[in-house]
């Protein structure tokens, strides 16, 4: 199966793509805000885990949000 384009795309396809990038971007900055304002001794494990966490898109953010926060 052929790699699709952006053209080849519905419009319905193309608003996903951009909705769902846009909330990875939303989800990210909001982590990484809290993440430099949280103290250290309320983050498990250390902050720069964290932060190269957040570079595996959606992942990363999310399991700050859900396991990384004491």
Same mark, same amino acid.
């Given at each position: 199966?052929?790699?699709?384009?952006w053209? /080849? %795309?519905?419009? !319905?396809?193309?608003?996903? =793509?951009?909705?769902?990038? $846009?909330?990875?971007?939303?989800?990210?900055? *909001?982590?990484?805000r /809290? %993440?430099?304002? !949280?103290?250290?001794?309320? =983050?498990?494990?250390?902050? $720069?885990?964290?932060?190269?966490?957040?570079? *595996?898109?959606?992942?990363?953010?999310?399991?700050?949000?859900?396991?990384?926060?004491r």
């Amino acid at each position: 199966m052929p790699k699709k384009k952006w053209s /080849d %795309l519905t419009p !319905r396809q193309r608003q996903a =793509v951009c909705v769902g990038g $846009a909330l990875e971007a939303v989800i990210t900055a *909001v982590a990484l805000r /809290d %993440l430099a304002r !949280r103290p250290a001794e309320e =983050v498990r494990g250390p902050k $720069a885990a964290w932060l190269l966490s957040f570079f *595996v898109q959606p992942f990363g953010p999310i399991s700050y949000f859900l396991t990384g926060r004491r």
